[in-house]
């Protein structure tokens, strides 16, 4: 059931003391909560339907008010949570592009045929995201740039890449 949302935030504070919510988007187009009358929060595994009253925009958080949130003691039960959106709900994806919870347990090889292991977390940086891959030896972290990730393959899940030199 969880495969049905797609997450496109976290919530990791309250502003102010009108119930209004603090989010770090984890979507590339963070204008997209604009365009959402509702969205779903995950709070510890329980996943309730919430109306948006009004989307704000303050440095790298997106300022979010529910309705029925109307105050910060309500809004702190918030903190933690992820902000989930159903996949009708998602984007529609260009050529080359691809859904960041699609790369989860995709394979990752080298350009020259070496297995890496499999992406287990993706640390999103601000500049470019991160790929934390993992075997049963080690842990390597692969910058998303182009110079790096030259093939994403979605049908047969796996990423061909080039390790740039001191990734090794």
Do not use: W
Not at 1 to 14: E, H, L, P, Q, W
Not at 130 to 152: G, H
């Amino acid at each position: 059931m969880d495969n049905d949302y797609f997450v496109i935030g976290k919530i990791v504070n309250t502003q102010g003391i009108k119930g209004d919510l603090r989010v770090i988007p984890t979507t590339d187009d963070i204008s997209r909560f604009d365009s959402l009358d509702f969205v779903y929060i995950d709070k510890r595994g329980n996943i309730d339907k919430y109306d948006i009253q009004n989307v704000r925009y303050h440095k790298q958080f997106v300022l979010l008010k529910l309705k029925g949130v109307d105050n910060m003691t309500i809004a702190e039960s918030f903190k933690n949570s992820e902000i989930k959106i159903t996949k009708d709900m998602a984007l529609p994806l260009g050529e080359d592009e691809y859904y960041i919870r699609d790369l989860y347990s995709m394979d990752v090889v080298t350009d020259l045929g070496e297995s890496l292991g499999k992406i287990e977390d993706i640390i999103f940086t601000g500049a470019n995201d991160v790929y934390v891959v993992r075997n049963d030896i080690s842990e390597i972290l692969i910058p998303a740039i182009k110079q790096c990730i030259l093939k994403v393959d979605k049908e047969n899940k796996n990423i061909t890449e080039r390790l740039l030199e001191g990734l090794r």
